[in-house]
């Protein structure tokens, strides 16, 4: 978790809110690697919800 952060900032993030990486238009990153910090309970629903809106962004994208 953290490792491709997501945010608005591409000096201090990774991945914008849509999990598309701001050096690669081309890359989406899904997981809780996007995350900014590790949380006390299960990521799963989270994780499904970032993966569906993510697949929401690649669809309108093409």
Same mark, same amino acid.
Do not use: W
């Given at each position: 978790?953290?490792? &491709?952060?997501?945010?608005?900032?591409? &000096?201090?993030?990774?991945? @914008?809110?849509?999990?598309? !990486?701001?050096?690669?238009?081309?890359l989406?990153? +899904?997981? !809780?690697s +996007?995350? %900014? %910090?590790?949380?006390?309970?299960?990521?799963t629903? %989270?994780?499904? =919800?970032? =993966?569906l809106? %993510? =697949? @929401?962004? *690649?669809?309108s994208a *093409?």
């Amino acid at each position: 978790m953290g490792t &491709c952060k997501m945010g608005n900032n591409p &000096c201090s993030s990774v991945v @914008d809110a849509q999990g598309r !990486s701001h050096e690669h238009p081309n890359l989406y990153v +899904v997981g !809780s690697s +996007v995350f %900014t %910090t590790g949380g006390t309970s299960n990521p799963t629903l %989270t994780v499904a =919800a970032l =993966a569906l809106r %993510t =697949a @929401d962004a *690649i669809r309108s994208a *093409i």
